[in-house]
């Protein structure tokens, strides 16, 4: 990541201004206001703006006309039992507001969740920055031979050479050629007077799909913890695996109550079907249970030993 | 509306309390924040939080690093710009979060925006208050003899009086019998100990649609527009109008620029198809034009002249 | 539920209708078409349109050119994998329409959720008809005692045969003073020329939460699953259940490859917390557990004992 | 657009086989059913689904039991009303499904419609086809010098040539390296044996912005027209506007009174601010108004008499 030193200085200036205000503030999420999170090789997140806090969550579940919090362990049981029975609505009215950078590809899954509010920098009358994901070499897998969606061994040698030889190159080129084709600079000088250069909106189709974009995101703690449960887990491919790290700790700052839950009830917790569920109870009744038999297909039971702990026999 | 010491000091004491933030502040909202707004005989709007103002609005919309303003009538006239061109997604950028308390039959009406969070008070938990909504005299109309959804001529006399009569009477008896039911006094009291009561799911069926509901009721800047175009408009019955000219009040305090644009682009603003707009084209010619001929139907030639201000001829 | 005879003669014109298609069609759905599936005590739910079917799942989650489909137990294979990991995408696919008839304090939980299309009989336009819900006897519960939200015992004796008439006689009287505000009959003849009649979209608010409305409600698959897994659950409100159960049958005609996924993956699944999961593998270890000790609450240790079918100790 | 014969085939089957439903048909999108309708140069869009027609609309409007229409100047007078005035909620009540081969620039301004249900081709598990977007001649655009957003002339001579040049070069030099990458051929063949190639979902990084994707994108009527309202409007970047211009096609075989409705109300019309509206009454009364004193920004002024047919002066 490397933020040029004016938008450094938009940055600094924005941390710098504080003002009084009668609604809820959290003292922990202040402190990372607008300040760049690292997340890839050029990436970020950065939260710009937030409204509520845990006891907004148990105002709303009361429907109280002042905060609506108690005791704190009051609180805390409410929100734990919220989050175990799944009533979303009250996580709903927190509300958080991130910029983003990010590969395109990234953008591409990040953006069918829907429930989320969106800015995209828009290549139609800005030129793109001069900026590509090049995974680092410990993240340059083969395709897994077990899990058609996996990752499998890390390449190494000639081949992860190659690779990340045809990256650089491919996408500096596509880039060179897009500015070629814009008759423009990066920073928007025009170039040969002779030329017109092409339309924005067309040019932009010649970049790569590690090309940087980036965008204001905004969404409510229900739909974001829903994000979070999908993208931070280890099924999520790597890249925007990477970004929902970074924004778990910003929603651990942000909403500690809420976040204790969310990782006990939800990012640690297992479903088991009624016929898993089965077999786990004559398992401890000490009855000897075997995948034949059982009701569950091979996969299945392999994903039930894999629960369990045990080995799959 | 009345309430009671208890939440009035719970009131006082949220709007007492104050903190420093790096977040984006609006005084004028600020200086309304909790407090309760009167509508109708019982009811109220208050704003409980809010986050972001009409930087938000241009910051979103230039995807900057800092807060992405500029000179005050380059942000105004970038702002009127996105309204005139239905930009929607840089308004979803500020969200509001209201406590309202109102009328069952009116919490039906609004409850169709869809794209809003919402925290009922739960009447299969809680006892519901002992008010009822009474039209005031000057709001007692009559059926509309030519459109079938509004309202005439105001009614007066003895038919007046046997309307508030039945609409006070069968209110009370109704949540007389509610509490009779539940077996327990308005703030939960049990009464008679050789009853059990009616569960609370099952009694609060017995009420009439003009009790009183609350929620927390949250929504982002445009969608907030888009209900408050269709609620404070003359076509919107009156009950739930009201709610909406409060809100406007908000929303003007909120964000002045928005709220400036919203009233010349969308509220003061008329549709005219492309066969209105031929004719008023060959007006403008000095050409003479009637309903007959004109491709109208006799109802929208109607509308046409009273938007135009003349008579239907 | 007592349809009149110009309805049943409506509902039977539209199944005599027959067409041919292109598109997917399902028998088993076909046969329920357009019949009104009575619910309660004058309600229904009724099946007036559809789209998709098992097939549907399978082609778009395969993206392709025909029905996408392959042998059987392939398909099958898939559903349950897509249900298992909560791939929701591919049971978006499916539409369903149903006709309802319900009363209007379970309409007002069944509308909060808020992904699905909706078209109420507008009281504001139209005159509701006499119809009140009125619990059977065997559903007559009081308050439960350990659950907030729950029901308790069944009333009986004097308690209930008073509640009861309350109910009726309110909800009639209500009724009667309703029409009588509207200077109207049921079917919408005037009554006494002297007199105006108040407005419909006042009057209506005469009326009790048990009058029943009706409404045209639209949604996906997905979504509709989701509505069941909360509606059709012990949890929920015995008056909403009855609608859920009857549109679980609806499901079961129209996809049952989905159907039995839903059933065994959410319906009659358990989710274990990272903590209960803990507990588990240490009582299958053989290793004595108590609550003490556990990390759970009180609460959640009797749920996990519920679970697995033990005494709380 | 070339199909495979495979493809054709799949397609052939599926609009061979015919069955009976009890369902609302429509003859004229049945005979369009599973066709794929070319659009620009290796796409397509395609009606794989629909639900509804005309008569659906007006069925829900009455909330009726059977088919709901009256005589079809009636049903035409109702859908005319409720566009004309903007009521939303009967137009969703029909739903259509496609099935659409589009460039990825394209796909990432389309995905921007939230309220649609999607389900793309995962080039995390498979191979993207060997198709790119080159655009025609005539549609290879300058930047607009008088509109950020917009295009200009069209390129031609040696700037045409050099462009298409880079985009097909750069493209196909880019698909080949991703082949290289993965080690497989474009049907999955692998290649080296000694290689392990790169994971699927890293590859895909280094495809442009023009490689063809395609998804099945399925949404209701009144969703679609606010689609096709943005993006078969000539402001819209002609790549998007060709689909939008196949699926009108769609629509006016679907639900003709609708789609002349929205041609008419929507498409066509114009809206004019309260100050716009105020000018045009003065011009109408006989008097002179320039825009200096008008209360209109120049620009304002201008879109004013341009949708005026006049000279801005």
Redesign the interface.
């Known amino acids: 990541m490397a ?1 040029t030193a ?2 450094q ?3 600094a ?3 710098a ?9 959290v003292a922990a999420l ?1 402190a990372l ?2 300040e760049a999170m690292p997340v890839l090789d050029h990436g970020f997140v950065r939260v ?5 806090d845990d006891a ?1 969550i148990v ?3 009361r ?5 609506g919090t108690r005791a704190a362990n009051e609180d805390r ?1 409410l929100i ?2 919220l989050m ?1 029975h799944r009533h979303s ?2 996580f ?2 927190c ?1 958080i ?1 991130y ?1 983003v950078k990010l ?3 990234v ?2 899954q990040w ?2 969740h ?2 989320a ?6 290549a ?2 800005s030129i793109l920055d001069r900026e590509f ?1 090049i ?1 680092a070499p410990e993240h ?5 031979a077990v899990n ?6 890390i ?1 190494d040698g000639p ?1 992860a050479a ?2 990340l030889d ?2 650089r190159e ?2 500096a ?2 880039y060179d ?1 897009y500015l ?3 008759n423009e600079e990066e920073d928007g000088t025009p170039r040969d007077p002779s ?8 040019a ?7 090309a940087y974009t ?3 995101w ?1 969404t ?1 703690l229900h739909n974001l913890l829903h994000f979070l449960s999908l993208r931070a887990d280890a099924h999520a ?1 790597y890249e925007i695996r990477a970004y929902a790290e970074a924004m778990m700790e910003t929603v651990r700052a942000w909403v500690p109550m809420a976040f204790e839950a969310f ?3 939800r ?9 898993m ?1 089965g077999i ?2 004559r ?2 009744a000490g009855e000897p249970v075997a995948q034949e038999g059982s009701g569950l ?1 091979r ?2 039971w392999r ?1 039930l030993m894999e ?3 045990r080995d799959a026999g």
Request: no cysteine; hydrophobic share 35%.
């Open positions: 933020l004016e938008q200085d938009e940055i200036a924005a941390r201004a504080e003002g009084r205000t009668r609604r809820p503030t202040e206001l607008f710009v703006d937030y409204m509520g907004a105002q709303a579940a429907v109280s006309y002042g905060r049981g734990r039992y175990r609505t009250p709903e009215m509300e507001k910029h590969p395109i590809f953008a591409r953006i069918r829907r429930t509010n969106v800015n995209e920098y828009s139609r009358y994901y995974p340059l897998a083969a395709q897994s058609r969606q996996g990752r499998g061994d390449l081949e190659r690779v045809l990256l491919d996408a080129r596509n050629h070629e084709m814009l030329r017109q250069g092409l339309a924005r909106e067309l932009r189709m010649n970049l790569t799909l590690n980036q965008w204001y905004k409510d491919q990782r006990d009830y990012l640690g917790a297992v479903t088991l079907s009624a016929q569920m786990v109870k398992m401890l297909s996969r299945e994903e629960m369990l702990g």
